[in-house]
Nanobody, 121 residues
Framework: QVQLVESGGGLVQAGGSLRLSCVAS????????MGWYRQAPGKPRELVAH???????NTADSVKERFTPSRDIAKNTLYLQMNSLKPEDTAVYYC???????????????WGQGTQVTVSS
């Protein structure tokens, strides 16, 4: 059983910072990539950042220069450092991992339960 658990969300004033974490646990053969999506009320889910096991990152234009993804591959942990937060960053942030579970025949996407980030003006 594979689980992704996010932490680090909360309420912060505009201009502040938060650091999200996501731990993938369970019987995992290999994690190819991990990333973050977010979903604000009434809006579709959007990709925020993605990072491969080789360290290649892809960050949305709306958060570039402010958000930085990173990974601790040995710990199957993903981070998202969020600086200069804006009210429009308010959303539920979801972690995902593209991985091979023990007993699996290929790669599958797994999702966390989400963590709320609220930025007040």
């Amino acid at each position: 059983q594979v689980q992704l658990v996010e932490s680090g969300g909360g309420l912060v004033q505009a201009g502040g910072s938060l650091r999200l974490s996501c731990v993938a646990s369970g019987s995992i053969i290999r994690v190819e990539s991990m990333g973050w999506y977010r979903q604000a009320p009434g809006k579709p889910r959007e990709l925020v950042a993605h990072i491969t096991d080789g360290g290649t990152t892809n960050t949305a234009d709306s958060v570039k220069e402010r958000f930085t993804p990173s990974r601790d591959i040995a710990k199957n942990t993903l981070y998202l450092q969020m600086n200069s937060l804006k009210p429009e960053d308010t959303a539920v942030y979801y972690c995902y991992a593209y991985l091979i579970p023990n007993g699996g025949s290929g790669y599958y996407n797994y999702w966390g339960q989400g963590t709320q980030v609220t930025v007040s003006s």
